[in-house]
Nanobody, 116 residues
Framework: LQVVESGGGFVQPGGSLRLSCAASGGTFVGDDMVAWYRQAPGKEREVIGTITWDAGSRHYADSMRGRFTIYRNYHENRAWLHMNGLKPEDTAIYYC?????????WGQGTQVTVSS
């Protein structure tokens, strides 16, 4: 199973982006949990939130509530991270991972740069 993130890019402050997380070489299954993280330059990786594939139950880090929304789409076989009101401090590499049967599969990340 390979995890592939996409959708990053350059955006001005106040803008929005939607990042995608796909399971390449496989598909999401019921008990999967998808987590989104980010890592800013010179900082540790931090969790944004999680979603369970089957039930769609979502949890967010306290600092990420409000501007970030995680959801999944069965038909597209993807999980998404929608970000609004982006700020320069949101500049980071954004990662998703799939947690399945006590194994965590990470993607390579997608760069998001917020700048005027």
């Amino acid at each position: 199973l390979q995890v592939v993130e996409s959708g990053g890019g350059f955006v001005q402050p106040g803008g929005s982006l939607r990042l995608s997380c796909a399971a390449s070489g496989g598909t999401f299954v019921g008990d999967d949990m998808v987590a989104w993280y980010r890592q800013a330059p010179g900082k540790e990786r931090e969790v944004i939130g999680t979603i369970t594939w089957d039930a769609g139950s979502r949890h967010y880090a306290d600092s990420m509530r409000g501007r970030f929304t995680i959801y999944r789409n069965y038909h597209e076989n993807r999980a998404w991270l929608h970000m609004n009101g982006l700020k320069p401090e949101d500049t980071a590499i954004y990662y998703c991972n799939i947690q399945r049967d006590s194994v965590v599969y990470w993607g390579q990340g997608t760069q998001v740069t917020v700048s005027s």
